[in-house]
């Protein structure tokens, strides 16, 4: 998919769209041609539940006329439909209310070198559609042969090559190629009515950079059995300790709090805030689309502005927002690379990690909460108050003393930004949000 010839004839259709639809009267078109493969299979009990093996393309375009907006798309790449639909927007266009902060980004040259981001790997495409079902065929059978194991949500192994060509009236013309592989387990275990779950995954951008089946297996069933017999607890006000992927679904929610059109909607607490104090001096947190081989590493977003390394937070000081370019000029900032294509989305957004190993973090904890999991929603951007419900790993005297459940976890995000006393050196870049392990100094963990 990496050949330049290969997708000469979309690129030359992509230039075709501008041509035609400014000739139409467009002021600025954007147009988007994405020719993608995917294979995911789940299987359950060493029985494929779901197979599927497809391509597809399709093309969406943005056409801005007076300062209105419409928008397209279509599976159809034939010229005659694909002006058709161009037509209509440009009619739909005129229906619509201007918005001053309509448009492309700023006309400038960009060169970019997509293959040092190291984002493409053509062994992805040479894997026999065999050797990718026994992938989650194995992981679920060497998971389901430890004997404390009961039962399988099943077993998944997907895959994804996508190229992208991206051109607009303003004179941009680029394309690249990106894949994504990623294979994962959940099981249960425990008798009828003492069921405890627990899954794990690993994705990434090389096939040979995936965790193997066993050690996947093996790490979903170490996640689970830790979970057997919970007790409950009485509510108090303890220390909490987020495991790496609890951390990454706080980042979740700051990211959503840092997002441009979170913010000029004011839809965040950390609106208007910008250079003041919002977090501990041990807090930095950075948006970085360049890094090779990670998952959110691109080399544009998708209004083709240059991915680049955004400071968010620079020891606890709050420095940038995260915006495409509508936010962006809505607030009066430059867009920092995170359009996603249906408004701002992260590139690689993490946490910096600390210098301390996970188990010191637990050995100097007399008594708290090494959270797991949470469920449900009870998260407010508006304020940063967090409550959900959790599941945890109770810790007297240093150590991990026995499980916890029906347990609800709660606080505020702007507070927990400015008690978090240590920070692990266990960063992982596992998802596109990430971060390392972290201790709170103190939360409210509901119970009995």
């Known amino acids: 998919m990496t050949g330049k010839g290969k997708f000469q004839g979309l690129k030359n259709l992509a230039e075709i769209?501008?041509?035609?639809?400014?000739?139409?009267?467009?002021?600025?078109?954007?147009?988007t041609i994405v020719e993608a493969l995917e294979f995911n299979v789940d299987v359950r009990m060493g029985k494929i539940e779901n197979l599927i093996e497809a391509g597809a393309r399709y093309c969406g375009f943005k056409i801005i006329a007076g300062n209105k907006t419409a928008y397209a798309t279509s599976s159809d790449l034939s010229e005659e439909t694909l002006h058709g639909l161009v037509k209509n927007a440009i009619r739909r266009a005129k229906l619509a209310n201007p918005d001053e902060f309509s448009g492309l980004p700023p006309s400038k040259k960009y060169s970019f070198d997509t293959s040092s981001l190291d984002i493409y790997d053509p062994e992805i495409s040479e894997l026999e559609t065999e050797k990718k079902i026994d992938l989650a065929l194995e992981t679920e059978r060497i998971a389901l042969s430890d004997s404390r194991i009961t039962n399988s949500h099943g077993a998944n192994f997907e895959t994804k090559e996508m190229?992208?060509?991206?051109?607009?009236?303003?004179?941009?013309?680029?394309?690249?190629?990106?894949?994504?592989?990623?294979?994962?387990?959940?099981?249960?275990?425990?008798?009828?009515?003492?069921?405890?779950?627990?899954?794990?995954?690993?994705?990434?951008?090389?096939?040979?950079d995936l965790e193997t089946p066993e050690k996947i297996a093996k790490k979903a069933v170490e996640r689970t059995v830790r979970l057997l017999n919970p007790r409950k607890i009485k509510t108090q006000v303890v220390p909490v300790i987020f495991e790496p992927t609890m951390t990454s679904w706080l980042l979740g929610f700051l990211f959503a709090c840092v997002s441009g059109t979170s913010v000029y909607q004011k839809m965040s607490f950390l609106s208007d805030k910008l250079g003041e104090k919002i977090a501990g001096e041990n807090i930095s947190v950075s948006d970085d689309g360049l890094m090779p081989g990670k998952l959110g590493t691109r080399p544009y977003d998708s209004e083709g502005v240059p991915s680049q390394k955004t400071i968010v937070v620079e020891k606890g000081l709050l420095k940038s927002y995260l915006c495409d370019t509508y936010s962006g000029k809505k607030l009066d900032l430059a867009s920092t690379g995170n359009a996603d294509g249906a408004g701002v989305g992260p590139n690689n957004f993490y946490l910096h990690p600390g210098n301390v190993q996970p188990e010191n973090i637990i050995q100097?904890?007399?008594?708290?909460?090494?959270?797991?999991?949470?469920?449900?929603?009870?998260?407010?951007?508006?304020?940063?108050?967090?409550?959900?419900?959790?599941?945890?790993?109770?810790?007297?005297?240093?150590?991990?003393?026995?499980?916890?459940?029906?347990?609800?976890?709660?606080?505020?995000?702007?507070?927990i930004l400015r008690q978090i006393e240590e920070v692990g050196n266990d960063l992982e870049f596992r998802n596109a949000i990430c971060g390392p392990t972290i201790k709170v100094q103190e939360l409210t963990v509901a119970g009995e």
């Not at 139409?24 to 954007?30: M, N, V």
């Not at 929603?377 to 304020?383: E, I, Q, S």
Request: net charge negative; charged share 20%; glycine share 16%.
């Open 17 to 31: 769209m501008v041509r035609f639809a400014c000739a139409q009267g467009a002021e600025e078109i954007q147009v």
């Open 163 to 208: 190229t992208t060509i991206l051109a607009n009236s303003s004179g941009f013309l680029d394309e690249y190629a990106e894949t994504y592989c990623g294979l994962g387990v959940g099981i249960q275990a425990g008798g009828t009515d003492t069921k405890v779950e627990g899954f794990w995954s690993s994705a990434r951008r090389h096939f040979r």
């Open 364 to 415: 100097k904890t007399e008594k708290g909460l090494l959270l797991t999991r949470t469920i449900g929603h009870g998260l407010n951007p508006v304020t940063g108050d967090i409550s959900r419900g959790a599941f945890g790993l109770w810790i007297e005297n240093g150590e991990i003393a026995y499980p916890v459940a029906e347990i609800t976890v709660a606080g505020n995000l702007g507070k």
